[in-house]
Every structure is written in structure tokens, then in C-alpha cells.
């Protein structure tokens, strides 16, 4: 399982399933929640009425509509306070129950944002070594996923993901 780190607009990934940062009410907001729901239209928002929400940490899977992607899972990550409300743990859960529900829909391609170090101020640098550790640690457990991406929609956040993927794979 080959792990990169591109820039990029998550919207325009070709891949089996991308995934989105969202909110527990997972009707739409702002950030890449807003511009996935816009990109994959109005379907979306029915699709994402009837799942009835998502608890932090735990992710939901849809169509990708008129997205280029097949599938798009939902997963609301956590919302930075202070570090001591279970936060790392939650970023962690976020990307374990995305890359299980990848799994269940036999996907062989995966995209993520970087998820809560946006809107939800998960600080970036931590953020990515929860992310990267927990995909890196999934290596044993994948069956279909081949790559795993984190699409960075700026440079800073770019070049801290492959700094840490590079610590990582040291
Ligand atoms: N493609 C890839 N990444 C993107 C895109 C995009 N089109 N748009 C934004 N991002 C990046 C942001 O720059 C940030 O690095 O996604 C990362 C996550 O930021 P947010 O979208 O703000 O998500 P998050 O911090 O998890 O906050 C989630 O924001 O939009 C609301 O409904 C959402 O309430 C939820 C909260």
C-alpha cells in the first residue's frame, strides 16, 4: 500500500473514495465539506439526510454523485480544544473508520483532506503525525486499498505531510 502526499482540490480526485471532512450533522458547511457537497450536487444532500448524522470519529459512506469519485466517506473529525479532550484520539478513529469503510466498499484508491486542522484547529503539524501513523499502521489490515493520498489544498500543509511521511518511513 503506497502512502503520498499531493496538492491539490480533493473535488477533482479520480480515485475509488475520497474522504470528507465533515460535521456530525453531515449536511454540508464550509471548507472541503462545502466544496464536496457542491461539486457532487443536490443528491448529496438527500443521500447524507437519510444516514441521520455521524458521531465524531466514526465515518459514513455515499455515492460520490457528480464527483469524479466513486464513493465519499464522511467522517466528522474532532474539534480542537485543548488536547485533553480525547482529540488525538478522535483524528485517529477518523482516519481508522474512513480506511475501514474503504475497505468494506473494496476500494483500491483513497483520498483525504487533511481532516480538522481547517475550521476545527486540530494543530497541523500533530495532526499529521495521528493521520500519517494510523494509515502507515493500516498497511497489515488493507486487502483491496493499494494507495492512500492526502490531497493538501495549500503548500504549508503540503510540505508538513511529507516531512512527517518522511520521519515516518526513516
Ligand atoms: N480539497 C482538499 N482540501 C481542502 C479543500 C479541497 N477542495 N478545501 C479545503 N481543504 C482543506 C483545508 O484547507 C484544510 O487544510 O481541508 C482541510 C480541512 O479543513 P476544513 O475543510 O475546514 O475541515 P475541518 O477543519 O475538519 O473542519 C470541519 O468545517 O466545513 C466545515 O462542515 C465542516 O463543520 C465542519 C468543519
Given at each position: 500500500?503506497?502512502?503520498?502526499?499531493?496538492?491539490?482540490?480533493?473535488?477533482?480526485?479520480h480515485?475509488?473514495?475520497?474522504?470528507?471532512?465533515?460535521?456530525?450533522?453531515?449536511m454540508?458547511?464550509?471548507?472541503?465539506?462545502?466544496?464536496?457537497?457542491?461539486a457532487?450536487?443536490?443528491?448529496?444532500?438527500?443521500?447524507?439526510?437519510?444516514?441521520?448524522?455521524?458521531?465524531?470519529?466514526?465515518?459514513?459512506?455515499?455515492?460520490?454523485?457528480?464527483?469524479?469519485?466513486?464513493?465519499?466517506?464522511?467522517?466528522?473529525?474532532?474539534?480542537?480544544?485543548?488536547?485533553?479532550?480525547?482529540?488525538?484520539?478522535?483524528?485517529?478513529?477518523?482516519?481508522?473508520?474512513s480506511?475501514?469503510?474503504?475497505?468494506k466498499?473494496q476500494?483500491?484508491?483513497?483520498?483525504?483532506?487533511?481532516?480538522?486542522?481547517?475550521?476545527?484547529?486540530?494543530p497541523?503539524?500533530q495532526?499529521?503525525?495521528?493521520?500519517?501513523?494510523?494509515?502507515?499502521?493500516?498497511?497489515?489490515?488493507?486487502?483491496?486499498?493499494?494507495?492512500?493520498?492526502?490531497?493538501?489544498?495549500?503548500i504549508?500543509t503540503?510540505?508538513?505531510?511529507?516531512?512527517?511521511?518522511?520521519?515516518?518511513?526513516q
Amino acid at each position: 500500500m503506497k502512502v503520498e502526499i499531493i496538492q491539490g482540490d480533493i473535488t477533482k480526485s479520480h480515485v475509488d473514495a475520497i474522504v470528507n471532512a465533515a460535521n456530525t450533522t453531515l449536511m454540508g458547511g464550509g471548507g472541503v465539506d462545502g466544496a464536496i457537497h457542491q461539486a457532487a450536487g443536490a443528491k448529496l444532500d438527500l443521500a447524507c439526510a437519510k444516514l441521520q448524522g455521524c458521531a465524531s470519529g466514526k465515518a459514513k459512506t455515499t455515492l460520490g454523485y457528480l464527483l469524479p469519485a466513486k464513493w465519499i466517506i464522511h467522517t466528522p473529525g474532532p474539534i480542537w480544544q485543548d488536547g485533553m479532550h480525547h482529540e488525538p484520539e478522535i483524528l485517529k478513529n477518523s482516519y481508522l473508520n474512513s480506511l475501514k469503510e474503504a475497505e468494506k466498499h473494496q476500494c483500491q484508491t483513497v483520498d483525504f483532506p487533511s481532516i480538522s486542522t481547517g475550521v476545527y484547529h486540530f494543530p497541523l503539524k500533530q495532526a499529521a503525525q495521528i493521520a500519517l501513523s494510523t494509515i502507515i499502521n493500516f498497511k497489515q489490515q488493507a486487502h483491496y486499498i493499494k494507495r492512500v493520498r492526502i490531497v493538501a489544498f495549500d503548500i504549508i500543509t503540503k510540505e508538513v505531510y511529507q516531512e512527517v511521511l518522511e520521519d515516518l518511513l526513516q
